[in-house]
């Protein structure tokens, strides 16, 4: 023997608490590591989050919050109540709600039309170009006047 004595490094395992909230129920997750992937968030949501250390049995104090939006998507729902009323011979009013969950902010609606409602929907007319409305009458806030036998709304 050389008269050193054995040293033995034991690693310390520090796990690292994440909490986040959403609206007023919180979620709690823990890790080893110092980073989290967070899955199946709401699309279009904010959420809070804080980290805390734990080591062993001594629980550290949390991390100021910081906030943080999740990107649109697609909306979940489609548009609610979809109406239409004759105005004359050869027009009708459509008119509807916004998705229950848009996912985001809606910029556009597309209107398909037919007046054969055996034909496949790519073969449908389409009343929206460029964002805008082409139809005989004018476009106001989520209503369109235009000349229509069959409608179909999609976003």
Not at 72 to 81: F, G, H, K, L, V
Not at 127 to 151: F, H, K, M, N, P
Request: with cysteine.
């Amino acid at each position: 023997m050389n008269g050193k004595k054995d040293v033995h490094v034991f690693p310390l395992v520090t796990f690292h608490s994440l909490i986040y909230s959403f609206f007023l129920s919180q979620t709690v997750f823990c890790s080893s590591a110092q980073e989290i992937l967070l899955g199946a968030l709401k699309p279009y949501t904010r959420y809070e989050l804080a980290v805390q250390s734990i080591g062993g049995d001594v629980v550290g104090p949390f991390s100021g919050t910081v906030e943080e939006s999740t990107l649109n998507d697609i909306p979940s729902t489609p548009p609610a109540e979809l109406q239409l009323s004759a105005l004359d011979s050869s027009s009708v009013l459509v008119n509807w709600r916004p998705p229950v969950e848009p996912n985001g902010i809606i910029i556009s609606y597309r209107i398909l039309y037919t007046i054969n409602l055996s034909q496949p929907e790519h073969l449908w007319n389409n009343l929206s170009q460029d964002g805008g409305w082409v139809a005989e009458g004018a476009a106001v806030a989520r209503s369109c006047v235009g000349s229509i036998s069959g409608c179909k709304c999609d976003c």
